[in-house]
């Protein structure tokens, strides 16, 4: 299983800190030791890319401290089976979409018919919404997301 995360360095003690109240105290003094496979600081965009195939926390339980933190993230968790899933989370809000294999963006299922189910569309356009507010708050309003 792998993690992936964006979010604001100068959010990394507040990330370290919610750490701490859920997972035994490891080396989360500093956090490119806890996301061991990739730990990219932007200095021109003050943002952080780190990546973990090790250290997988409960996602959903990390995702809404986050959110509860107002804490701006977003990435992708990659299961054992290699089905990914996209997170991203702004303004106290979580939202979560499936992908397909290797993508960037959410999947939208077309049925045989040719129509796709309303549910998944919503829940890409939820995404989308939280993504873009989170890529906002991390790279800054004039960057573009893609």
């Known amino acids: 299983m792998s993690f992936y995360i964006n979010f604001r360095k100068e959010d990394e003690p507040k990330i370290r800190g919610l750490l701490l109240e859920s997972y035994p105290a490891e080396d989360y003094e500093n956090l490119c030791n806890v996301f061991e496979t990739d730990y990219h600081f932007d200095e021109a965009e003050g943002s952080i890319n780190a990546v973990s195939d090790y250290f997988v926390p409960d ?26 899933t996209l997170y991203a989370v702004a303004g106290g809000q979580v939202s979560y979409a499936g992908s397909m294999s290797e993508g960037d ?25 939280v993504y873009f507010t989170a890529h906002a708050a991390i790279h800054g309003a004039d960057t573009e997301a893609f």
């Open 105 to 129: 963006h959410p999947a939208v299922y077309v049925n045989p018919d040719g129509s796709v189910n309303p549910e998944d569309v919503a829940e890409a356009v939820r995404y989308w919404n």
């Open 59 to 84: 996602v959903e339980e990390f995702l809404d401290a986050l959110a509860s933190a107002n804490i701006a993230a977003y990435g992708v968790i990659v299961n054992d089976s290699h089905e990914r």
